[in-house]
């Protein structure tokens, strides 16, 4: 008989007035004005609701929301190292599972959540997070991407877009470009490499209603789920604070970015633009894209839209689901 772990159930929100009203993550944190992460955070906090755990590994929202012995946090929060968000939620969760069979907690289970950034996750915390897959933790596992080692000094990471001008890949006369790698393709690496996951999506901060339902939907799966959650970055992306929502938009209308759920094996796309914009649409606002040459800016159009063909191939060929 299987155990009754009182796993909660979360209804997706038919708008975002329906949602609790109630803040999770509270003013008083030290992040940089129109900081996309932060509000990834709050939107992320306030869907998940009360009885929530986040675990945060070392980043732009450890450094920036944990300091003086003060978080704003309304819900319980453990800090773990950049490497190992993952072994830690997987310790959480397995001792959650044990006092319940043993009858010392019986409570509601509790929305356990490592808010990685992409260092985090699939960098340096690639292998906790892989292994936390690997053994069926139900964990909720999100990349919160603000395309680089933010907290540092504005390093490249895996997800850095390629043409960046990053502290780590400044362009000059050798490379003219900053950046040559192109970035890993996150979700894949979690679809490709992790049969008991049956649930990924990716969303971003100017999207809140669908935001705030995939991460609903993603915490009532009884198995490991992981978001991809786009969180533009005034200071590492080099644009006017006040445009953090317009850059993610921008992202999703150029094809940079695509809004999709991947459910037992079935994609669904969400907001696919009938006409896709130019990719210099979105990267003339950014000063990390300022040095790029036309050249450069055609290769990079060249890759958006393999990505865009792929989106045009999964909504045409319809994908079973595996019984």
């Given at each position: 008989m299987k155990f009754d772990y009182k796993f909660q159930k979360l209804e997706p929100a038919k708008s975002f007035k329906a949602i609790n009203k109630a803040e999770m993550y509270v003013p008083g944190h030290r992040t940089c004005a129109g900081c996309?992460?932060?509000?990834?955070y709050r939107l992320v906090a306030k869907a998940a609701g009360p009885d929530t755990i986040f675990i945060g590994p070392t980043g732009c929202m450890y450094v920036a929301n944990a300091s003086y012995l003060c978080t704003p946090y309304a819900v319980s929060w453990i800090h773990a190292q950049i490497?190992?968000?993952?072994?830690?939620?997987?310790?959480?969760e397995a001792a959650f599972k044990v006092l319940a069979r043993k009858g010392k907690y019986k409570g509601t289970f509790p929305n356990i959540i490592v808010m990685a950034g992409?260092?985090?996750?699939?960098?340096?915390?690639?292998?906790?997070m892989s292994a936390m897959f690997y053994r069926d933790h139900k964990v909720l596992f999100i990349c919160y991407d603000n395309e680089s080692y933010a907290n540092t000094g504005i390093q490249t990471s895996p997800t850095t877009p390629?043409?960046?001008?990053?502290?780590?890949t400044p362009p000059g006369k050798e490379i003219p470009e900053g950046k040559t790698l192109f970035p890993k393709d996150v979700p894949q690496m979690v679809i490709g490499g992790h049969p008991a996951?049956?649930?990924?999506?990716?969303?971003?901060?100017?999207?809140?209603?669908?935001?705030?339902?995939?991460?609903r939907k993603a915490l009532s799966y009884e198995c490991p789920t992981f978001l991809h959650m786009l969180s533009p970055c005034p200071k590492g992306w080099k644009f006017d604070e006040k445009l953090t929502r317009e850059m993610a938009k921008l992202a999703?209308?150029?094809?940079?970015?695509?809004?999709f759920e991947w459910e037992n094996g079935v994609y669904k796309y969400t907001n696919v633009p009938k006409t896709y914009k130019p990719i210099g649409e979105y990267m003339k606002n950014q000063g990390r894209f300022t040095h790029l040459k036309a050249e450069h800016i055609a290769k990079m159009q060249a890759f958006v839209d393999g990505r865009i063909a792929k989106v045009k191939a999964d909504m045409a060929i319809p994908v079973a689901t595996p019984k």
């Open positions: 996309g992460p932060a509000l990834n490497t190992n968000g993952g072994a830690v939620a997987s310790g959480i992409d260092g985090g996750t699939v960098d340096i915390g690639l292998q906790a390629y043409g960046a001008n990053t502290t780590f996951v049956k649930y990924v999506a990716t969303t971003t901060v100017a999207h809140p209603l669908d935001l705030t339902n995939k991460v999703v209308e150029t094809g940079m970015w695509s809004l």
